[in-house]
């Protein structure tokens, strides 16, 4: 048997994390990611290969909850210096231990381009006619994908269920998620990783084109911190940097190396996130894996290596040894 033949054994993906019940570990499920809670001041994110768009499960893709745990790693490194975040550890290719913080309710986003299919993205918003964002005019005329005069800052409200609402400057500080002042550095900081952000990603041929951040409190300290993920193909839009200009002026669709790869064939289908959504056939997700991995190898110059063998007795392997260190430390 060629090495090529074994190559292509089936890709298994990882639906969900299981633990034994003896670990003791509470766990709350996200749409992708399922958390277990270590005591008062430690989570385990552990990042599933669960796909969502339009707020539900969509699709499974193989290796993406890998890619999305080691691609966040790497980019929390990068972005220290900025501002503290909450990884301490990543103790399986799938599960970083993290500081648990007091969620602060917004998402961050932060917007270079005009673009998007779903009904809070900005170019389905402009097409709607609404030309504020933010403190930001936009003249009329943008083309799809057109890169925006200024960078956007458009803070949305993460709510506990159904969807995230977009909420001016004046009503998120009214509703008292945060003072004005905390909502300033949120800002700034926001602005600084985005620019960070688009920097690293030029370097590596790829355009970071928007983002979503979030933020906690440190449960000591207060302080502000990174939480959650950072600059991952989930929760940033990508496209390939020299065929930009082309697609742009001819009108076609970008190049793209994030989860809108998914979200866009939805779309095609005639999905508008209600009901049940089409199954993503084979090619798609064959394809949208291959375009996660571009993305990690890209950025971070270095090979990805796929976890093999059985993902859920490693994971728990992995989360059983790690709690016996860290209670024998
Ligand atoms: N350091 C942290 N402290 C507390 N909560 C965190 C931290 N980092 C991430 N989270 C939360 O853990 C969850 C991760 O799960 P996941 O990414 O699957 O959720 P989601 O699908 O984005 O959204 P939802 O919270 O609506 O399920 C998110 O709710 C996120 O806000
Ligand atoms: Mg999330």
């Not at 290969?49 to 966040?72: H, K, M, Y």
């Not at 083309?143 to 200024?150: A, D, G, R, W």
Request: glycine residues 6%; aromatic residues 8%.
């Amino acid at each position: 048997m060629s090495n090529e033949f074994v190559n292509q054994a089936p890709l298994i993906p990882l639906q969900s994390i299981e633990l034994p019940d003896e670990l003791g570990l509470k766990k709350e499920q996200g749409k992708v990611r399922d958390v277990f809670i270590v005591g008062e001041d430690i989570i385990l994110l552990g990042a599933t290969d669960r796909l969502s768009a339009f707020d539900r499960q969509v699709g499974l893709v193989p290796n993406r909850g890998q890619i999305l745990t080691e691609l966040s790693a790497w980019w929390f490194e990068k972005t220290k210096d900025i501002i503290p975040n909450h990884m301490l550890e990543v103790i399986d290719p799938n599960v970083m231990a993290v500081k648990k913080c007091e969620r602060i309710g917004l998402e961050m986003i932060v917007r270079a381009h005009l673009t998007g299919s779903t009904s809070t993205s900005n170019w389905k918003r402009y097409q709607d006619g609404i030309r504020q964002f933010g403190l930001v005019t936009l003249p009329d005329g943008m083309k799809k994908n057109e890169i925006l005069p200024y960078i956007i800052v458009d803070p949305t409200t993460k709510a506990a269920v159904g969807h995230d609402e977009n909420m001016s400057q004046e009503e998120i500080i009214n509703s008292g998620i945060v003072s004005s002042s905390e909502y300033d550095r949120l800002v700034g900081i926001s602005r600084a990783l985005f620019a960070r952000g688009r920097r690293i990603a030029d370097e590596a041929g790829l355009i970071l084109v928007d983002t979503k951040y979030e933020f906690g409190r440190d449960l000591e300290t207060n302080e502000l911190v990174l939480i959650d993920e950072v600059h991952t193909p989930d929760s940033s839009r990508y496209w390939k940097k020299d065929t930009y200009d082309e697609r742009l002026r001819n009108g076609q669709e970008q190049d793209i190396y994030d989860k809108e790869f998914v979200r866009l064939w939805l779309v095609y289908q005639g999905y508008k996130g209600e009901g049940p959504s089409p199954v993503i056939p084979d090619d798609i997700v064959t394809e949208a894996r291959a375009r996660y991995i571009y993305t990690y190898e890209q950025l971070t110059r270095s090979k990805f290596a796929p976890a093999l063998g059985d993902r859920k007795q490693e994971i728990a392997a992995n989360i059983r040894s790690w709690l016996a260190n860290k209670h024998g430390r």
